[in-house]
């Protein structure tokens, strides 16, 4: 059974930086891909990014794009999102996920697992 578990959530302000970690386990992750979606209150789950097993291929929603880096650690079965210059739209809880490497990326419902996910508020 695949488990995730995100960290390095947290306030910060408009503007700011901020990386948020999701460790992989119960299987060998290189034949996953892994997501990063996020959710607000009262709002859509978001896709925000996704990455490829080998780590080659990305993918951005479109409110991210250039703001936010999407990597992964094999060897150390973590990915990583890399979120800088910040806005209070970014504010929501960040959810890990990953699933079959053939997967839609943009679509929440073709991924297996989900972590409990960590909140990001980003305050004015």
């Known amino acids: 059974q695949v488990q995730l578990v995100e960290s390095g959530g947290g306030p910060v302000q408009t503007g700011g930086s901020l990386r948020l970690s999701c460790a992989f386990s119960?299987?060998?992750?290189?034949?996953?891909?892994m997501g990063w979606f996020r959710q607000a209150p009262g709002k859509e789950r978001e896709f925000v990014a996704a990455?490829?097993?080998?780590?080659?291929?990305?993918f951005y929603g479109e409110s991210v794009k250039g703001r936010f880096t999407i990597s992964r650690d094999n060897a150390k079965s973590m990915v990583y999102l890399q979120m800088k210059d910040l806005k209070p739209e970014d504010t929501a809880v960040y959810l890990c996920?990953?699933?079959?490497?053939?997967?839609?990326?943009?679509?929440?419902?073709?991924?297996?697992?989900w972590g409990q996910g960590a909140q990001v508020t980003v305050s004015s």
């Open positions: 996920a990953t699933g079959p490497d053939y997967l839609s990326p943009r679509k929440s419902d073709e991924y297996d697992y």
């Open positions: 119960g299987r060998p992750m290189t034949a996953y891909t």
């Open positions: 990455i490829r097993s080998l780590g080659y291929t990305k």
